[in-house]
């Protein structure tokens, strides 16, 4: 594959990732759809979304997905349908993916990755900035909200660890979506009484679904074996400054002093962890 189309895919994937946080919060926020029913239309469309891929490409038929994976998916979609009922799209998006590097990052220590120093000043730097947006004041997102985005991240992150080399990445998000998406159907029913569906609401869960989630992991996938692992983690710190402009541009919100120290220090921190990994491992 030539640079120029790998780089065409990575934007292209960084932009649909960053697309689920804002068609989430323009839902929610402008449409009468609920969050589980939100979550529900997502993941089944991306299961679909997916299988169609799955079925239509020449891949392997290694990886089929498994439930545990497939609950921290649900995890993940159903707290960010949650959370985005009243977070910004852009604080939404960093606290996302915050949790989520944060974990993966703690998962390392755990298992016996020792950190260099500046990957300390990183890994400290990224929770200090997440502290501190979550701080009591005006400009302080709702608590509850930020819970269940944190609770998403950590869950996104979970999910990540336990996709490593475990197949065709893409035939297995394609079964991971289809177990996450009946867990969804169960959480519908059980929350029947609050069920609110609109037609604009449910074309913004089906493009977030299929398009931005069943699609825009198929790209990342097929553009990630033409990265390097720190080119490619890195190019996700793009996603919440991506998903903060389209805030801006789409939904008129503004970008605190608070957010922006946040986003400074969150994915500086996070960068410096993950580029100082690969300067130790360079020879």
């Known amino acids: 594959m030539s640079y120029p189309r790998i780089i065409a895919l990575t934007l292209l994937a960084m932009i649909a990732f960053a697309s689920n946080s804002l068609l989430c ?35 392997t038929n290694e990886g089929k997905g498994n439930w545990l994976s497939a609950s921290a998916l649900f995890v993940y979609a159903a707290g ?19 949790a989520v590097q944060i974990t993966m990052i703690g998962y390392g220590i755990w298992s016996g990755e020792r950190l260099l120093r500046w990957q ?13 947006l979550l701080l009591p004041g005006l400009s302080a997102p709702p608590l509850y909200s930020s819970i269940m985005m944190l609770g998403a991240g950590v869950a996104w992150g979970v999910y990540s660890l336990r996709g490593r080399g475990v197949g065709d990445p893409t035939r297995v998000t394609a079964g991971n979506f289809m177990r996450a998406a009946l867990i969804a159907v169960i959480l519908s029913v059980l929350m029947l009484n609050n069920i ?15 398009i931005a989630s069943g699609i825009g992991y198929a790209i990342w996938y097929t553009a990630l074996p033409g990265l390097k692992a720190t080119n490619a983690a890195t190019v996700q710190l793009s996603v919440p ?5 389209g805030g801006i541009v789409f939904l008129g919100e503004p970008i605190s002093l608070r957010l922006a120290i946040a986003t400074v220090t969150i994915l500086g921190g996070i960068a410096l962890v993950i580029l100082e990994k690969q300067r130790a491992r360079s020879p």
Do not use: C, E
């Open 241 to 245: 400054v991506i998903a903060a402009f």
């Open 80 to 98: 960010f349908s949650f959370a985005y009922i009243s977070l910004p799209a852009a604080t939404g998006a960093l606290m996302l993916f915050g």
């Open 25 to 59: 919060r323009i839902a929610l926020k402008h449409t009468d759809i609920d969050a589980a029913s939100f979550t529900t239309i997502r993941l089944i469309s991306g299961a679909v979304a997916l299988w169609l891929i799955v079925q239509i490409r020449q891949g």
């Open 196 to 210: 609110s569906l609109n037609n604009l609401g449910v074309w913004y869960a089906i493009s977030s679904g299929a």
């Open 120 to 132: 300390v000043v990183g890994l400290i730097l990224a929770l200090g900035g997440l502290i501190g």
